[in-house]
């Protein structure tokens, strides 16, 4: 029974903290996908690509992974930016998205992903840090202690540090407020003088600048080999849908709901069954709820 | 002629008989089968995807359904291939119809990320599932000196077909020119204008009445099934089986891209896209390294997409236009 406890315990304490970090890999798409609606499936894709640019500034330089995050991030905005004039005026300006568009983001997510097999091999990758492979025992009982492993605390700390950021960047700016404004009603928005391809743009930038941070969490919490992306799809959508779309506090919850959940399929089960974790989440939440758990509708008609 | 096109697909059916009597190099059924395989994949995709303009990511999912019911029927029972074919074809239709029923109610986006979820989600089973070999894989000896109605099928003397590669090549030379003549024929159906209502404006369509749900079943569970039927073979072909090969993305950037490259909006869109596509990766994958090769594919696709909206098909049509004017 101790022994149960004990695991279910440390199953909990890794869950809450996994959460932290899935919310850091998923509030970017809470913008791109949840607020302006462009369904960035590439979003995982690009995360690798920053563990990637991590990885490279850690293993040449000895650069601090989240320092490497911290100085990819404004390439990351150019990149989005430049990914979201190409989206917009081919697709979006004509209407034509969701067919096309749907398959310019798959497209994308595969010439990344492949051009990091040709670069990098499938070998899974590795960053050095202080704080890697570290961990901290509460002991509480008889043969109940709780390990909390620092490279997951860290990852945690930094995602509730830049979740938080943009949380306040959303409400209490006036670019955040133009950012939700243009989610609730462009037209508004354009009537109101504003030109609502501009703040998508720089919105969408900002979505995908947190590639940097996001993508130097992922190589600190787990090795990392080029098609990690595509399973991580399942925890960001899962988690951006559950979240109720472009609720950042709401993909926060939703994170720490999917972290506990995977956690503890991986404790009992082994880790082998998590992807099915999240994607089975995934298809249940869009089945049967697709408005979230906190949120505004997702797409019923 | 009312029937031309029924006289053409029977006569290449013929033709492809022929051609596994007459060509005795194995190369070219080797590397054959791969492309009408995709043939197949691709005309199923679109059926969903060019007509309706639903997104499936899960191609391969969809086609590991079909093989990996084939590997249970020959582990189980030892049956044949039509008949592997047939019931993979009927397993991966009834995950289409159940796929359509929980998330074709809401918009096409979801649609297409819950197709990747299913996918990845039949990955993890299948690869606990040691019946079929698990994630290690399984190897499966296709069956000696099978026969069908008292005729031997394949022997090195006495069969219809001297090996098994000529046998797979007809039979998905067969299914290829059976699911192109479906598509079309969906296409001129009142299914197909139905599907292209959808495509254009939902709302609008079920505003006419158009049985929008309904349709979309249809169209799912005809699509799953021909992708089922592609992939039945498979374990067959590659006498080997494993999650890694059978949900290889491969099969899913390739059933979307070739339809958008050839056009999605006929029946000849996809043909076109897996001929091309499907040869040039075959034929480049001796002298190039195969993941390049998949890199081409994806730039090829963005491109396509962002330049050439109608595929090949619809530039074509264009310049015909143009040319009368």
Same mark, same amino acid.
């Given at each position: ?5 004990d695991? !279910?315990l440390?199953?909990?304490?890794i869950?809450i903290l996994?959460?932290?970090f899935?919310a850091?890999?998923?509030i970017g798409?809470?913008i791109?996908f949840?607020?302006l609606d462009v369904?960035?499936?590439a ?11 991590a990885?490279i500034?850690?293993t040449?330089?000895?650069?601090d992974?989240i ?5 990819a ?9 430049l990914?979201?004039q ?6 979006e ?5 969701s !067919? ?10 595969f ?6 097999i040709?670069?990098f ?5 590795l960053?050095?840090?202080?704080y890697?492979?570290e961990s901290?025992?509460i ?5 109940i202690?709780? =390990?909390i492993?620092?490279?997951l605390?860290?990852?945690f ?5 830049a ?5 306040v960047?959303l409400t ?10 243009v989610?609730?009603?462009?037209m508004?928005?354009r009537?109101m003088g504003v030109?609502?391809?501009r703040?998508k743009?720089i919105?969408?930038?900002l979505?995908v =600048?947190?590639?940097?941070?996001g993508?130097?969490?992922?190589i600190?919490?787990?090795p ?6 595509r399973?991580y799809?399942?925890?960001v959508f =899962?988690i ?6 472009g609720?950042i506090?709401g ?12 956690s503890i399929?991986?404790?009992f089960f082994?880790p082998?069954w ?9 298809? =249940?939440v869009?089945a049967?709820?697709?408005?979230? !758990?906190f949120?505004?509708t997702?797409?019923?008609? | 002629m009312?029937?031309?096109f029924?006289?053409v697909?029977l006569l290449l059916?013929?033709g492809i008989f022929?051609l ?6 194995q ?9 009408l395989q995709?043939?197949v994949l ?13 997104v499936n990511?899960g191609?391969?999912?969809f ?9 249970a029927?020959i582990?189980?029972l030892?049956i044949g ?5 047939i019931?993979?074809g009927?397993m991966?239709?009834?995950l289409?119809?159940i796929?359509g029923y929980?998330?074709?109610?809401l918009?096409?986006v979801?649609f297409?990320?819950?197709t990747?979820?299913?996918a ?11 019946y ?5 894989g399984?190897?499966?000896?296709p069956?000696?000196?099978?026969e069908?109605?008292?005729i031997m ?10 090996n098994y590669?000529?046998?797979l ?7 290829a ?7 079309r024929?969906?296409e ?5 204008r139905?599907?292209?209502?959808i ?13 929008t749900?309904?349709?979309?079943l249809?169209?799912?569970?005809i699509?799953g099934?021909?992708?089922g039927v592609?992939?039945a073979?498979?374990?067959?072909y590659?006498?080997?089986i494993d999650?890694l090969?059978?949900f290889?993305?491969?099969y899913?950037v ?7 490259i050839?056009?999605?909006v ?5 043909v076109?896209g ?7 990766q075959?034929?480049?994958s001796?002298?190039i ?21 109608e ?6 049509r264009?310049?015909?236009q143009?040319?009368?004017?």
């Open positions: 029974m101790a022994t149960f406890i695991l !279910l440390n199953a909990l304490v869950g996994l959460g932290g899935y850091a890999l998923s798409l809470s791109t949840g607020l369904v960035n499936i979003h995982p894709t690009i995360l690798v690509l920053g563990a990637f640019i990885y500034l850690n040449s330089l000895g650069i992974p320092l490497a995050g911290l100085i991030t404004p390439f990351f905005f150019v990149f989005g930016w990914i979201y190409v989206y917009y005026n081919a697709f300006k004509s209407g034509s998205e !067919l096309r568009g749907l398959a310019f983001f798959f497209g994308l997510l010439i990344i992903e492949v051009g990091l040709i670069q091999g499938v070998d899974h990758r960053v050095e840090a202080p890697i492979g901290w025992n002991v509480i009982g008889e043969e202690d709780v =390990a492993p620092f490279r605390l860290v990852a700390v930094v995602a509730a540090i979740t938080l950021a943009i949380q960047y209490r700016t006036f670019f955040g407020r133009a950012v939700r404004a989610a609730q009603d462009m508004a928005l009537l030109d609502p391809i703040v743009r919105a969408f930038a979505g =600048a947190t590639a940097g941070i993508g130097a969490l992922m600190i919490v787990l990392i080999e080029p098609s990690v992306g399973l799809i399942g925890n =899962a951006v849908v559950l979240g109720g779309l609720s506090s993909t926060l919850l939703a994170a720490v709901i999917i972290g506990i959940a995977e399929v991986a404790t082994g082998s998590s992807p099915a974790v999240s994607f089975g989440i995934l298809l =249940a869009l049967l709820r697709p408005e979230g !758990l949120g505004k997702a797409g019923a008609h | 009312k029937y031309m029924e006289i697909c059916i013929v022929v596994t009597q007459v060509i005795s190099n190369f070219y059924f080797f590397i054959g089968f791969v492309i995709y043939m691709a005309t199923a995709w679109n059926i969903l995807g060019g007509y309706a303009g639903y990511f191609s391969a999912g086609l590991a359904t079909g093989a990996y019911t084939s590997v029927l582990n189980f030892d291939l039509i008949e592997q074919m019931i993979g009927a991966a239709g009834l289409g119809l796929t929980l998330t074709l109610r918009r096409g979801y297409a990320i819950a990747l979820a299913l990845i989600i039949l990955e993890t089973v299948v690869a606990h599932w040691d079929v070999g698990g994630a290690a399984t190897s499966i000896l069956k000696r000196k099978p069908l109605f008292d099928i394949v022997d090195r003397k006495t069969g219809v077909f001297a590669k000529e046998y090549f007809f039979l998905m030379g067969t299914v020119v059976l699911s192109v003549w479906i598509a024929y969906i001129q159906s009142k299914l197909g139905g599907l292209n209502a495509k254009d404006s939902e709302e609008a369509a079920e505003c006419m009445g158009v049985p749900l309904r349709l979309k249809i169209a799912t569970t699509s099934a021909m992708m592609a992939g073979p498979l374990a067959s590659l006498t080997f999650p090969s059978a290889n993305l491969e899913a390739n059933a979307i891209a070739m339809p958008m050839g056009g999605t006929s029946w000849m869109g996809p076109i897996a001929l091309l596509l499907g040869t040039a075959q034929v480049s001796l002298w390294q195969s993941e390049l090769n998949l890199l081409i594919v994806g730039v090829l696709l963005v491109v396509f997409v962002i330049i050439a909206p595929g090949i098909v619809g530039w074509f264009k310049s015909r143009g040319s009368r004017r």
